[in-house]
């Protein structure tokens, strides 16, 4: 992963600010589904917007475990649009081909997020863990890596 993603990283459309951790769980929205917040921007910072679409879009590919994913959950029942409609939207508004790019941008998000755990499980390791499914989260890096990588091969990863 270390030497695929930056030898295969996708022609950048344009830079804005990027959040970071953009997912349905840090979105406020008001009684007819309009945003009207979004929360938690302390791994803001400038970039390729597609990078957070696509960390939203991999909410739609994970399982609804009591977190943010949404496999396995009857969408259009929660007045949630399916993976595709949501590609096709961002598509179209942001003028940015997304479907083609899916797999390249997942296989990054997920080794972005393994990272991330893995530094969770050090803070385990440490003893210096704040939060209380810290452990729990901890063990779910080998499971991202494995997941990032399933996805690098989708998007022409050798191996």
Do not use: C
């Not at 938690?40 to 909410?59: H, I, V």
């Not at 399916?82 to 096709?88: A, F």
């Amino acid at each position: 992963m270390i030497a695929f993603l930056p030898e295969t990283l996708p022609a950048q459309s344009r830079t804005s600010i990027v959040h970071g951790d953009y997912r349905i769980d840090n979105v406020v929205y008001d009684g007819d589904g309009t945003l009207t917040a979004v929360l938690d921007w302390e791994l803001a910072t400038l970039g390729d917007p597609l990078a957070d679409f696509s960390y939203l879009a991999m909410q739609w590919m994970m399982p609804a475990d009591g977190a943010a994913g949404l496999a396995g959950l009857d969408l259009p029942a929660l007045g949630i649009p399916g993976l595709e409609q949501i590609v096709q939207r961002y598509s179209e508004r942001a003028n940015v081909p997304v479907a083609g790019q899916l797999d390249w941008y997942f296989a990054y998000n997920l080794f972005r997020l393994a990272g991330i755990v893995q530094g969770i499980k050090k803070r385990v390791i440490d003893g210096t863990a704040s939060h209380a499914q810290a452990a729990e989260m901890a063990k779910k890096v080998p499971t991202l890596a494995s997941a990032a990588w399933d996805f690098a091969k989708k998007a022409g990863a050798a191996g």
